[in-house]
Every structure is written in C-alpha cells, then in structure tokens.
C-alpha cells in the first residue's frame, strides 16, 4: 500500500506541477530545509536523523510552489547494528507502537541487533513523533541543501563533491550505489546499482522528466547540489574500509554550517567532481579516494575507469531525451 501509494502520486503530482521525491528531509533551527536521496543502505534515514535539526519525514515528500511535504505519517529504517550511540533517536523510536521486521530476540524479548542470520536487511516501522525532534506537521520551506548518497564499494567516488546543475541531474537521473560481495548468493565483487531518480520502481514518467522539474526548482531556489559517498575508502570492498559515520556526518555538519560554500575546490580527475581540500574533522586525504588507495596507482585507475564505464552503459537509455549538457556531465573515459 505504501508504495502503491507512493507511485500514484509520481503520476499524480507532476501533472499538478509538483515534484514527488524518494527522499528523506529535515530543517535546520534557521529554517533551511535539506533533502536526502540514496538508495537502501546508503544513510538517508540515519544521516537525517539530525539531532539538531526538525526531521520533516525519511522516505516520501512532495515539493510544491510552496515547499516541501511528508506524505506519509512514519519512517521505515534499517535495524541492523543498531545502537544507541551510533544512532540514538531511532533506536529510542523502538518501543510500543513500532514494528520490528527480521529480527531476532531471546525469550524476554530483548533484541539482538547484530543478529543477521535471517537477512541484513532488518527493520523498524514507527510512527514519525517516536522521534523526539519531529517537525508537526510535516512540512517545510523551500530546500537549500540537496544530498544526493551512494554507497561507492568500489572505493572510488569522494566523500563529498559539489555538482553543477548539469552533473545534479545527471547523478540524479543514474541513482548509483552499489551492491556488496557476500550479501547476496552469487556476489562475489561489488556491482553497481542504478536506479533512475533514487527510486525506479516508482516512476511513471520518463526519468528526465523528474530530473528538469528538480532542475527548474533548484535555480529557482538557488539550491546547492552534493554527492555524498558513504561507501568504501582505500580499496574495492574487501581491501578498504567503510567510511566512517563520523566522517560522513562530519561532511553533512559542514554542508549545513555552510562551510564547504567558504572552502577551496580541485577537479577529481574521470567525473570531473569539485572535491574540498579540506572539512573540519576529516582527514585532509581522506577526501580524496586516489591519496588513500592501497592498491597500485595502475590499480586505481582501472577501477575507476570500469565505474565510468558502467555510468555510461546505464546512462545510454536515457540519452535520447537528455539535453547535451546533461550527458556532457558524465564521466571522462
């Protein structure tokens, strides 16, 4: 029903002018509004958890002429490793009233959070004032941030890059992240995963559709655009290590602070990315993934070349009724 729901009004609210988004949404105590999109596993309901901003909603928003709107009354996250140090205001929602899916517990019914031996992909349902700085109602201003996340396995994509409006729609349009070795039967590396506008399952109009109303809205509203890896650093899943969550809440400190609009930018060579020099509490290599690469550099440059190039065979699809500077914005090979 949800996503029944969910992809009624990917139909119905763009006839009305209005952009339907597969995105969570908080609001800063200024009143600036950010959106975040990713796919399963890539932090969009933990990195929007904010403690010090008003959650609007973590899955499903509209942006009308008048701002942003949750269309659902809840949020649907994922439990596994779940504590209360790492994510303290979804794991104080888990109480009566909530529903956990795939979990395991003992007979008192205390939950092992850790537990996978049913799938990874363990949940919690609960209503959105379980969390304790939920904005009532679920609206909002127009936004000033948008994060668009990936989980990168392949250890290439930076942890954080500024995109031009060209490149925002082109990484909007792809929707990458990346499934990882040993989760599924059969993986043995990481495969890329693309899922146009962060939520293919639910389009019903052509993706570049979507992605020139997003466009119109963000030059209307002079919105800044970031891709945010959360994925591996050093190395291809197996070799590197998974970002930290500090790092990447680091990052999402800094975009809101507004100080990666004060800091200086180089070119990250292949995707051409705007990558910071330096973030407060990051190690300065770290936001380069070539500076922190365990491999060869010949190794690196493989890898990053294979991603491009599966950028570029998912993007032929859509090629055809994308505008030049669109495809202009693809990566380099």
């Known amino acids: 029903m949800k996503k029944g729901v969910f992809t009624v ?20 105590p200024d009143g600036d509004v950010s959106l975040f999109f990713g796919l399963s596993g890539t932090g969009k309901t933990t990195l929007s958890a904010d403690p ?35 994510e303290p205001e979804i794991f104080g929602a888990i109480r009566f009233g909530s529903v956990l ?9 205390i939950v092992d959070f850790s537990d996978k ?43 954080v890059a500024k995109l031009t409006p060209a490149q ?16 599924e039967e059969g993986v043995t590396e990481p495969v890329a995963t693309f899922s146009a506008c962060f939520g293919q399952p639910f389009l019903v109009w052509h993706p570049v559709k979507y992605a020139q109303m997003l466009a119109e809205k963000m030059q ?10 959360t994925g591996w650093s050093g190395g291809v899943y197996g070799v590197g290590r998974r970002i930290s969550l500090k790092y990447s809440r680091a990052i999402i400190d800094a975009i809101h602070s507004g100080e990666l609009e004060n800091v200086e930018y180089k070119i990250y060579g292949v995707f051409n990315l705007q990558i910071p020099t330096k973030v407060s509490n990051i190690p300065e290599k770290v936001l380069d993934p070539s500076q922190v690469w365990e491999g060869t550099t010949a190794e690196f440059s493989q890898t990053i070349a294979k991603l ?5 065979t998912n993007f032929e699809q859509y090629a055809s009724q994308a505008t030049p500077d669109i495809i202009l914005a693809s990566p380099q090979i």
Request: with cysteine; net charge negative; proline share 5%.
């Open 117 to 159: 031996s049913i799938t990874e992909n363990t949940r919690c349902a609960y209503p959105i004032e379980f969390i304790p700085n939920a904005k009532l109602p679920c609206t909002g201003g127009h936004p000033k941030n948008i994060v668009l996340l990936t989980c990168d396995a392949f250890g290439v994509l930076p942890p």
């Open 220 to 229: 209307q509203h002079d919105v800044n655009v970031w891709l945010v890896n």
């Open 52 to 86: 010090q901003r008003l959650l609007i909603g973590d899955d499903e928003h509209v942006w009308s002429d008048r701002g942003v709107f949750n269309i659902e009354g809840g949020c649907y996250a994922k439990t596994i490793d779940l504590s209360a140090d790492k």
């Open 308 to 312: 491009a190039g599966l950028f570029h």
């Open 9 to 28: 009004m990917h139909y119905l609210m763009p006839k009305a002018g209005a952009l339907s988004l597969h995105s969570s949404c908080n609001e800063g």
């Open 168 to 183: 925002a729609m082109y990484h909007f349009i792809s929707g990458y992240t990346a499934k990882i070795a040993g989760t």
């Open 101 to 109: 899916e795939n979990v395991v517990h003992d007979e008192n019914g």
